[in-house]
C-alpha cells in the first residue's frame, strides 16, 4: 500500500523556485546542483548554493520532484470564452496527468489579473504550467513564469518563446484548406468571422483565409470579414453583420465551432436554410458541433490529444531536467478537414427578369 504523504510545507517556508528566482536560474538547474550533477557551471553553482544558505532552504520532495520522482504538480491556467474548447482540453489533461502519476491543479485567470493568477498558482509549489488558448499567447504570463524559472507548454500558439515548449497545428494551412474547399464546391462570395485579436491563431487563420480567396482569384474584400471574439456571442454579431450586406456571402467560415454555430442561428432566425440558403462552416471540431442542426463541417483540432500531449510534455521535460533544451520542444500536431451537413454547393436561382 503506499505510505501516506508526510505533511506538506507552509507557504511562509522557501521553496526551490524561490531558490532559483534568488540565484536567476531555473528551477531544474537548482536540483542538478543539489543532486551534485557534473553538467552546471561552477559561477552557476556558487549562486546556487548561496541562494540556498541565504534562504535557509531545506531540500524536500521538490528537489526530488526535478531529480525524475513523480511528486510533480503540473498547474494549468486558463483563461478561455469557449466552455466546449476548455472542456475537451480539460479532458486531454486530466487523462494524461492520471497517466504520468502527477497532480493536476487547475487555476482561472481573470481579465487583468494575469501577475496574480501565477502567483496565486505557483504558491502551491508548481513545477510547470500548462496555457492553453488565449493564456498561452499572453505576454505577461509567459514573462512572469520565464522570470520564475517554471517550464511551460504553450498550446496552440504560433508565436511560442524559444525556452518555452509549445504544441500546436498548422492554423494558416488548416484555414486556407476550409477555404479552398468551399472555393471548389462554387462559392464565390465566401466571408470569414475572424478569431480574438490577441491570439496568435485568429491571425494565421485570416491569413490562410486570405490565401485561399487569391488563388481562386475571389474576392477577399472587407465587406466579407467580420470580427469575432471565439465566442458565441461575438458569433451572433457577426453574422447578423455578415447577413445583412447587400450582396451577403453565400457561405460563412467561422474560425470557430461556437461563432459557427451562432451563424447557423442566426440563419435560422432568418429564415435561411442551412446549407440550401447558406453554407456555415467552423473549426476546432468541439463537441458543439456535432449537438447543433445541422451538424457542422469544420477543421478537427485535436484538442484533447493536444492537451495530453502538452502535459506529457512538460512531464517528460522535468523529470528529465531539459527543459526547453528537449529534442522535440515544439510539437506540430496533425488536423483534419470534417464534412459533415453545413455545406453544400450554392444554390442556383434563376435571373430574374426585367419587366417588359
Known amino acids: 500500500m503506499k505510505e ?14 524561490d531558490v532559483a528566482a534568488h540565484a536567476g536560474v531555473s528551477p531544474m538547474t537548482v536540483s542538478r546542483v543539489i543532486n551534485a550533477e557534473n553538467n552546471v557551471r561552477d559561477e552557476t553553482r556558487r549562486r546556487v548554493e548561496e541562494a540556498i544558505a541565504a534562504l535557509n532552504y531545506a531540500p524536500n520532495a521538490a528537489a526530488r520532484t526535478l531529480a525524475g520522482g513523480d511528486d510533480i504538480r503540473i498547474g494549468l491556467l486558463h483563461s478561455n470564452p469557449s466552455f466546449a474548447y476548455l472542456s475537451e482540453f480539460l479532458v486531454g489533461s486530466l487523462d494524461q496527468a492520471s497517466r504520468s502519476n502527477v497532480h493536476l491543479v487547475v487555476e482561472k485567470c481573470e481579465d487583468g489579473g494575469e501577475t496574480a493568477a501565477v502567483d496565486h498558482l505557483l504558491r502551491g509549489r508548481i513545477d510547470g504550467v500548462v496555457l492553453p488558448p488565449p493564456l498561452s499567447d499572453s505576454l505577461p504570463i509567459l514573462k512572469a513564469l520565464e522570470e520564475r524559472g517554471i517550464p511551460v507548454v504553450a498550446v496552440a500558439t504560433g508565436r511560442a518563446p524559444e525556452w518555452a515548449l509549445s504544441v500546436s497545428i498548422d492554423d494558416r494551412q488548416a484555414a486556407y484548406d476550409m477555404t479552398r474547399h468551399l472555393a471548389q464546391l462554387g462559392h464565390i462570395r465566401i466571408g470569414f468571422i475572424t478569431g480574438n485579436p490577441n491570439q496568435t491563431a485568429s491571425a494565421e487563420r485570416l491569413e490562410g483565409y486570405r490565401a485561399a480567396l487569391a488563388e481562386a482569384g475571389l474576392s477577399a474584400g472587407a465587406d466579407l470579414v467580420a470580427d469575432g471574439m471565439f465566442t458565441y456571442r461575438s458569433g451572433l454579431d457577426a453574422a447578423e453583420q455578415l447577413l445583412e450586406r447587400d450582396d ?4 460563412i467560415f467561422a474560425a470557430n465551432d461556437d461563432m459557427a454555430a451562432a451563424t447557423v442561428a442566426i440563419a435560422h432566425r432568418k429564415g435561411l436554410d442551412v446549407p440550401g440558403d447558406l453554407t456555415v462552416c467552423g473549426f476546432d471540431d468541439t463537441a458543439l458541433a456535432t449537438t447543433i442542426w445541422p451538424e457542422l463541417t469544420t477543421i478537427r483540432q485535436p484538442v484533447i490529444e493536444m492537451s495530453r500531449q502538452a502535459v506529457e510534455l512538460l512531464v517528460r521535460a522535468i523529470r528529465s531536467g531539459k527543459g526547453a533544451a528537449m529534442d522535440r520542444p515544439h510539437v506540430l500536431a496533425d488536423y483534419e478537414l470534417i464534412r459533415r451537413q453545413s455545406d453544400a454547393a450554392p444554390r442556383r436561382r434563376p435571373t430574374a427578369r426585367k419587366p417588359r
Open 4 to 17: 501516506p504523504r508526510g505533511p506538506r510545507r507552509q507557504r511562509n517556508v522557501p521553496t526551490i523556485s
Open 248 to 251: 451577403p456571402p453565400t457561405a
